[in-house]
């Protein structure tokens, strides 16, 4: 028997997704060179949010690959929340001077699931000494 999953309720003014996305602490960053940025957000509806047990992020190469899920660079699937770690990207390698986009959506204890956020970015910067451009 399939089990009905509730959805958080929507109010005015109140969405049903994470938003304030954050790569390494900042919003769309520009020159990121860690190979693993730590990524953050704020989960919808805080106050009903205190049970968020699990998230998913996808990495993609343009906002518009994830209107179908396909040519993601990198999905986490769903990965049980870790309070004492904060997520991070592990997908394949980074090319330098190039923009990544993400979003994320989570579920709760109580087996509700939030809608996908706004996607966010960061761009890298030279990521070795031979990236360094000059003129």
């Known amino acids: 028997m399939d089990r009905i999953k509730p959805v958080l309720p929507i109010h005015k003014g109140i969405t049903n997704a994470p938003s304030r996305l954050r790569s390494q602490w900042l919003r769309d960053p520009l020159g990121v ?3 693993h940025p730590r990524l953050t957000w704020t989960p919808p509806q805080r106050n009903t949010l205190l049970g968020q047990a699990e ?3 996808q990495v993609a190469g343009s906002s518009m690959d994830f209107n179908g899920g396909h040519d993601l660079i990198w999905d986490s699937g ?3 929340e870790n309070p004492d770690f904060l997520p991070q990207y592990n997908g394949p390698a980074f090319q330098p001077y190039t923009h990544y986009y993400w979003r994320v959506r989570v579920w ?3 087996g509700w699931k ?3 956020s706004r996607p966010a970015s960061w761009m890298t910067g030279p990521l070795k000494a031979g ?3 000059g003129s």
Do not use: C
């Open 114 to 116: 939030s809608q996908w």
């Open 55 to 57: 998230y998913q992020i």
């Open 108 to 110: 709760g204890n109580g």
């Open 131 to 133: 990236d360094w451009r």
């Open 78 to 80: 769903t990965v049980v």
């Open 33 to 35: 060179q860690q190979s």
